[in-house]
Protein backbone atom coordinates (compact mmCIF):
# COMPACT_ATOMS: atom_id res chain seq x y z
CA UNK A 1 0.00 0.00 0.00
CA UNK A 2 1.28 3.35 -1.02
CA UNK A 3 2.11 5.80 1.54
CA UNK A 4 1.15 9.47 2.16
CA UNK A 5 4.78 10.75 1.79
CA UNK A 6 5.13 8.23 -1.34
CA UNK A 7 2.24 9.17 -2.98
CA UNK A 8 2.83 13.31 -2.19
CA UNK A 9 6.50 12.59 -3.84
CA UNK A 10 4.65 11.53 -6.88
CA UNK A 11 2.52 14.26 -7.41
CA UNK A 12 5.65 16.53 -6.81
CA UNK A 13 7.73 14.85 -9.45
CA UNK A 14 5.22 14.99 -12.12
CA UNK A 15 3.98 18.56 -11.33
CA UNK A 16 7.33 19.22 -11.89
CA UNK A 17 7.92 17.47 -14.65
CA UNK A 18 4.70 19.13 -16.16
CA UNK A 19 6.43 22.87 -15.29
CA UNK A 20 9.98 21.98 -16.74
CA UNK A 21 8.08 20.47 -19.60
CA UNK A 22 6.01 23.77 -19.90
CA UNK A 23 8.95 26.10 -19.79
CA UNK A 24 10.72 23.99 -22.08
CA UNK A 25 8.42 24.42 -24.71
CA UNK A 26 7.57 27.95 -23.98
CA UNK A 27 11.66 28.73 -24.63
CA UNK A 28 11.31 26.96 -28.03
CA UNK A 29 7.98 28.56 -29.61
CA UNK A 30 9.73 32.28 -27.89
CA UNK A 31 12.59 31.19 -29.92
CA UNK A 32 11.33 29.74 -33.08
CA UNK A 33 7.95 32.17 -33.47
CA UNK A 34 7.78 35.48 -34.57
CA UNK A 35 5.81 37.80 -32.02
CA UNK A 36 4.04 40.00 -34.81
CA UNK A 37 2.94 38.00 -38.42
CA UNK A 38 5.05 37.74 -41.52
CA UNK A 39 2.46 38.01 -43.87
CA UNK A 40 3.29 36.40 -47.50
CA UNK A 41 2.02 37.31 -50.22
CA UNK A 42 2.55 36.15 -53.74
CA UNK A 43 2.82 38.06 -56.89
CA UNK A 44 -0.55 36.55 -58.45
CA UNK A 45 -2.22 37.64 -54.87
CA UNK A 46 -1.43 41.31 -55.23
CA UNK A 47 -4.29 41.70 -58.30
CA UNK A 48 -7.55 41.37 -59.54
CA UNK A 49 -8.95 40.38 -62.90
CA UNK A 50 -10.38 44.22 -64.14
CA UNK A 51 -13.40 42.50 -65.86
CA UNK A 52 -13.83 45.38 -68.05
CA UNK A 53 -10.45 45.79 -69.66
CA UNK A 54 -9.59 42.15 -68.93
CA UNK A 55 -6.11 43.46 -67.70
CA UNK A 56 -5.02 42.84 -63.80
CA UNK A 57 -5.51 45.62 -61.82
CA UNK A 58 -3.48 46.13 -58.26
CA UNK A 59 -5.59 45.16 -55.07
CA UNK A 60 -5.22 48.54 -52.97
CA UNK A 61 -4.54 48.50 -49.08
CA UNK A 62 -6.16 48.05 -46.13
CA UNK A 63 -3.68 51.24 -44.79
CA UNK A 64 -5.40 53.41 -47.42
CA UNK A 65 -8.20 55.65 -47.35
CA UNK A 66 -11.48 54.32 -47.49
CA UNK A 67 -13.19 54.89 -50.57
CA UNK A 68 -16.67 53.49 -50.55
CA UNK A 69 -19.10 52.31 -47.84
CA UNK A 70 -18.72 48.76 -47.08
CA UNK A 71 -16.16 46.04 -48.57
CA UNK A 72 -17.73 42.23 -48.36
CA UNK A 73 -15.31 39.52 -48.14
CA UNK A 74 -16.54 36.09 -48.64
CA UNK A 75 -13.26 33.22 -48.19
CA UNK A 76 -13.87 30.46 -50.23
CA UNK A 77 -12.53 26.72 -50.30
CA UNK A 78 -14.09 24.41 -53.48
CA UNK A 79 -17.58 26.70 -52.96
CA UNK A 80 -18.57 26.05 -56.52
CA UNK A 81 -22.21 24.47 -55.79
CA UNK A 82 -23.06 26.48 -52.62
CA UNK A 83 -20.89 29.87 -53.28
CA UNK A 84 -23.92 30.63 -56.25
CA UNK A 85 -26.98 30.95 -53.73
CA UNK A 86 -24.97 32.68 -51.00
CA UNK A 87 -23.87 35.56 -53.83
CA UNK A 88 -27.18 35.79 -55.55
CA UNK A 89 -29.02 36.46 -52.21
CA UNK A 90 -25.99 38.63 -51.09
CA UNK A 91 -25.75 41.15 -54.58
CA UNK A 92 -29.59 41.48 -54.27
CA UNK A 93 -29.19 43.15 -51.33
CA UNK A 94 -26.75 45.02 -51.70
CA UNK A 95 -28.10 45.99 -54.91
CA UNK A 96 -31.57 47.24 -53.84
CA UNK A 97 -29.58 48.87 -51.21
CA UNK A 98 -27.81 50.98 -53.47
CA UNK A 99 -30.71 51.66 -55.65
CA UNK A 100 -32.65 52.86 -51.99
CA UNK A 101 -29.27 55.24 -51.14
CA UNK A 102 -27.18 57.00 -53.94
CA UNK A 103 -24.79 57.66 -50.88
CA UNK A 104 -24.46 53.54 -49.73
CA UNK A 105 -21.42 51.91 -51.82
CA UNK A 106 -19.84 48.39 -51.56
CA UNK A 107 -18.02 45.83 -53.10
CA UNK A 108 -17.69 42.00 -52.68
CA UNK A 109 -14.22 40.22 -52.54
CA UNK A 110 -14.34 36.69 -52.96
CA UNK A 111 -10.87 35.03 -51.80
CA UNK A 112 -10.85 31.62 -53.46
CA UNK A 113 -8.31 29.37 -50.77
CA UNK A 114 -6.53 27.49 -53.17
CA UNK A 115 -9.55 25.77 -54.22
CA UNK A 116 -9.22 22.78 -56.41
CA UNK A 117 -12.70 23.31 -58.09
CA UNK A 118 -14.70 25.94 -60.19
CA UNK A 119 -14.74 28.24 -57.17
CA UNK A 120 -12.28 31.20 -58.82
CA UNK A 121 -14.66 30.80 -62.39
CA UNK A 122 -17.82 30.88 -60.85
CA UNK A 123 -16.71 33.90 -58.75
CA UNK A 124 -15.18 35.47 -61.99
CA UNK A 125 -18.81 35.45 -63.91
CA UNK A 126 -20.02 37.56 -61.05
CA UNK A 127 -17.29 39.53 -61.47
CA UNK A 128 -17.77 40.03 -64.80
CA UNK A 129 -22.07 40.54 -64.42
CA UNK A 130 -21.58 43.06 -61.82
CA UNK A 131 -18.31 44.68 -62.74
CA UNK A 132 -15.12 44.41 -60.74
CA UNK A 133 -15.61 47.32 -59.05
CA UNK A 134 -18.11 45.89 -57.41
CA UNK A 135 -17.08 42.41 -57.10
CA UNK A 136 -13.49 41.27 -57.24
CA UNK A 137 -11.95 37.76 -57.19
CA UNK A 138 -8.68 36.86 -55.44
CA UNK A 139 -7.57 33.66 -56.11
CA UNK A 140 -5.25 32.55 -53.16
CA UNK A 141 -2.43 30.45 -54.67
CA UNK A 142 -2.41 27.84 -51.66
CA UNK A 143 -4.51 27.07 -49.05
CA UNK A 144 -3.71 28.70 -46.03
CA UNK A 145 -7.46 28.01 -44.07
CA UNK A 146 -10.32 30.12 -43.73
CA UNK A 147 -8.51 32.50 -41.41
CA UNK A 148 -5.90 33.02 -43.57
CA UNK A 149 -8.25 33.46 -46.52
CA UNK A 150 -10.36 36.42 -44.36
CA UNK A 151 -7.05 38.05 -43.58
CA UNK A 152 -6.06 38.84 -47.22
CA UNK A 153 -9.69 39.81 -48.09
CA UNK A 154 -9.62 42.58 -45.61
CA UNK A 155 -5.94 43.20 -46.04
CA UNK A 156 -7.18 43.95 -50.17
CA UNK A 157 -10.65 45.81 -49.21
CA UNK A 158 -11.69 49.95 -50.03
CA UNK A 159 -14.70 49.78 -47.14
CA UNK A 160 -15.27 51.70 -44.59
CA UNK A 161 -16.82 49.06 -42.85
CA UNK A 162 -15.66 45.50 -43.53
CA UNK A 163 -17.76 42.35 -42.96
CA UNK A 164 -16.65 39.06 -43.56
CA UNK A 165 -19.79 36.18 -44.50
CA UNK A 166 -19.54 32.57 -45.30
CA UNK A 167 -19.53 31.52 -48.82
CA UNK A 168 -22.44 28.79 -47.60
CA UNK A 169 -24.80 31.11 -46.95
CA UNK A 170 -25.61 29.86 -43.41
CA UNK A 171 -26.13 33.60 -42.31
CA UNK A 172 -29.53 35.38 -44.16
CA UNK A 173 -27.67 38.56 -45.58
CA UNK A 174 -30.27 41.20 -44.64
CA UNK A 175 -29.50 40.55 -40.86
CA UNK A 176 -26.10 43.14 -42.15
CA UNK A 177 -28.97 45.64 -41.61
CA UNK A 178 -29.03 44.73 -37.50
CA UNK A 179 -24.91 44.34 -37.50
CA UNK A 180 -25.44 47.93 -39.20
CA UNK A 181 -27.03 49.20 -36.64
CA UNK A 182 -24.81 48.19 -33.64
CA UNK A 183 -22.19 49.53 -35.59
CA UNK A 184 -23.37 52.91 -36.03
CA UNK A 185 -24.32 52.94 -32.06
CA UNK A 186 -20.81 51.37 -31.15
CA UNK A 187 -18.77 53.89 -33.58
CA UNK A 188 -20.85 56.87 -34.16
CA UNK A 189 -20.42 55.68 -37.56
CA UNK A 190 -16.84 56.51 -38.02
CA UNK A 191 -14.56 54.14 -39.67
CA UNK A 192 -11.51 55.63 -37.50
CA UNK A 193 -13.57 54.87 -34.38
CA UNK A 194 -13.22 51.29 -32.83
CA UNK A 195 -15.94 48.71 -32.83
CA UNK A 196 -16.90 45.10 -33.96
CA UNK A 197 -20.60 43.73 -34.42
CA UNK A 198 -20.25 39.92 -34.28
CA UNK A 199 -23.34 37.88 -35.54
CA UNK A 200 -24.38 35.24 -32.95
CA UNK A 201 -26.77 32.23 -33.05
CA UNK A 202 -26.03 31.31 -29.17
CA UNK A 203 -30.37 31.93 -29.04
CA UNK A 204 -30.38 28.84 -31.30
CA UNK A 205 -28.25 27.24 -29.00
CA UNK A 206 -31.12 24.82 -27.01
CA UNK A 207 -32.76 24.37 -30.09
CA UNK A 208 -28.94 22.96 -31.40
CA UNK A 209 -29.09 21.29 -28.72
CA UNK A 210 -31.82 19.00 -29.23
CA UNK A 211 -31.12 17.89 -32.28
CA UNK A 212 -27.41 17.00 -32.18
CA UNK A 213 -26.50 13.44 -30.72
CA UNK A 214 -25.21 13.69 -27.27
CA UNK A 215 -21.08 13.38 -28.59
CA UNK A 216 -21.62 16.41 -30.82
CA UNK A 217 -23.53 18.31 -27.97
CA UNK A 218 -20.41 17.29 -25.47
CA UNK A 219 -17.86 18.59 -27.66
CA UNK A 220 -19.85 21.82 -28.67
CA UNK A 221 -19.97 22.49 -24.63
CA UNK A 222 -16.10 21.67 -24.22
CA UNK A 223 -15.03 23.79 -26.72
CA UNK A 224 -17.02 26.46 -25.37
CA UNK A 225 -15.73 25.65 -21.75
CA UNK A 226 -12.19 26.00 -23.59
CA UNK A 227 -12.78 29.47 -25.18
CA UNK A 228 -14.16 30.67 -21.71
CA UNK A 229 -11.52 29.37 -20.10
CA UNK A 230 -8.06 30.48 -22.72
CA UNK A 231 -9.48 33.10 -24.38
CA UNK A 232 -12.45 35.23 -24.41
CA UNK A 233 -15.00 35.33 -21.85
CA UNK A 234 -17.79 37.40 -22.66
CA UNK A 235 -18.79 36.81 -26.12
CA UNK A 236 -20.98 33.36 -26.48
CA UNK A 237 -20.73 32.51 -29.45
CA UNK A 238 -17.36 33.44 -31.43
CA UNK A 239 -17.81 31.23 -34.22
CA UNK A 240 -20.69 32.32 -36.52
CA UNK A 241 -19.15 33.25 -39.78
CA UNK A 242 -20.86 37.38 -40.16
CA UNK A 243 -18.79 39.90 -38.35
CA UNK A 244 -18.72 43.38 -39.18
CA UNK A 245 -15.65 45.74 -38.34
CA UNK A 246 -15.24 49.31 -38.51
CA UNK A 247 -11.64 49.79 -41.19
CA UNK A 248 -10.07 51.25 -38.10
CA UNK A 249 -10.26 47.57 -35.82
CA UNK A 250 -9.71 45.74 -38.74
CA UNK A 251 -6.33 47.40 -39.39
CA UNK A 252 -5.43 46.74 -35.54
CA UNK A 253 -6.28 42.91 -35.29
CA UNK A 254 -5.42 41.64 -38.20
CA UNK A 255 -2.32 42.89 -37.95
CA UNK A 256 -0.98 40.86 -35.16
CA UNK A 257 -3.23 37.48 -36.36
CA UNK A 258 -1.30 34.81 -36.45
CA UNK A 259 -4.02 31.58 -36.89
CA UNK A 260 -5.00 31.03 -40.07
CA UNK A 261 -7.51 28.06 -39.07
CA UNK A 262 -11.03 27.24 -37.81
CA UNK A 263 -9.72 29.17 -34.70
CA UNK A 264 -8.52 32.56 -35.86
CA UNK A 265 -12.52 33.82 -35.17
CA UNK A 266 -11.58 33.05 -31.36
CA UNK A 267 -8.06 35.48 -31.63
CA UNK A 268 -9.54 37.99 -33.39
CA UNK A 269 -11.91 38.80 -30.41
CA UNK A 270 -8.97 37.75 -28.10
CA UNK A 271 -7.06 40.93 -30.15
CA UNK A 272 -9.87 42.43 -29.83
CA UNK A 273 -10.94 42.12 -26.09
CA UNK A 274 -6.99 42.90 -24.96
CA UNK A 275 -7.30 45.82 -27.35
CA UNK A 276 -10.63 47.39 -25.35
CA UNK A 277 -12.14 47.53 -28.47
CA UNK A 278 -16.00 47.67 -28.06
CA UNK A 279 -17.95 44.41 -29.26
CA UNK A 280 -21.44 43.70 -29.70
CA UNK A 281 -23.20 40.07 -30.21
CA UNK A 282 -25.96 40.53 -32.76
CA UNK A 283 -28.75 37.68 -32.87
CA UNK A 284 -28.76 36.41 -36.42
CA UNK A 285 -30.84 33.94 -37.86
CA UNK A 286 -28.60 30.92 -39.22
CA UNK A 287 -29.64 27.73 -41.00
CA UNK A 288 -27.20 24.57 -41.15
CA UNK A 289 -26.11 23.97 -44.80
CA UNK A 290 -24.93 20.89 -46.11
CA UNK A 291 -21.27 20.64 -47.36
CA UNK A 292 -19.24 21.92 -44.47
CA UNK A 293 -15.57 21.18 -44.76
CA UNK A 294 -15.73 21.19 -40.69
CA UNK A 295 -15.72 17.57 -39.50
CA UNK A 296 -17.24 17.50 -35.90
CA UNK A 297 -14.42 15.70 -33.40
CA UNK A 298 -11.02 16.44 -35.69
CA UNK A 299 -11.70 20.00 -36.09
CA UNK A 300 -13.13 21.00 -32.93
CA UNK A 301 -9.94 18.81 -31.37
CA UNK A 302 -7.41 21.04 -33.29
CA UNK A 303 -9.35 24.19 -32.45
CA UNK A 304 -8.84 22.91 -28.72
CA UNK A 305 -5.66 22.94 -29.29
CA UNK A 306 -5.50 25.95 -31.07
CA UNK A 307 -6.79 27.79 -28.53
CA UNK A 308 -4.94 27.06 -25.59
CA UNK A 309 -1.63 27.50 -27.68
CA UNK A 310 -2.94 31.44 -28.53
CA UNK A 311 -3.67 31.41 -24.71
CA UNK A 312 -0.06 30.14 -23.80
CA UNK A 313 1.96 31.65 -26.92
CA UNK A 314 0.48 35.25 -25.73
CA UNK A 315 1.08 34.50 -22.01
CA UNK A 316 5.21 33.46 -22.88
CA UNK A 317 5.45 36.70 -25.74
CA UNK A 318 5.63 34.06 -28.34
CA UNK A 319 3.34 36.30 -29.85
CA UNK A 320 2.84 39.88 -28.89
CA UNK A 321 -0.05 42.47 -29.61
CA UNK A 322 0.99 46.19 -30.09
CA UNK A 323 1.58 47.92 -26.95
CA UNK A 324 0.35 51.30 -28.49
CA UNK A 325 -3.02 49.68 -28.75
CA UNK A 326 -3.25 48.07 -25.32
CA UNK A 327 -5.38 50.27 -23.29
Known amino acids: MLTTEFVQLILLFGSGSIFFILVVVGIILKVTTTPFPHIVRHKEEQT???SATNENEKFPSLEDQPSLELSVI???FDEEKRLPVMLDECLEYLEARLKSNKNFSYEVIIVSDGSRDKTVEVAQKYSAKYGSSKVRVLALVQNRGKGGAVRMGMLSARGKFLLFADADGATKFEDYAKLEQSMAKLSGGSFDTDAISIGSRAHLEQEATASRTFFRTLLMHGFHFLVWTFAVKKIRDTQCGFKLLSRCSARKVFAVMH????AFDVELLFIAQAYNIPI???AVRWTEIEGSK???FWSWLQMGRDLIFIWFRY????WQLRKEHVN
Open 259 to 262: VERW
Open 280 to 282: EEI
Open 74 to 76: VPA
Open 294 to 296: LTP
Open 315 to 318: AIGA
Open 48 to 50: FLD
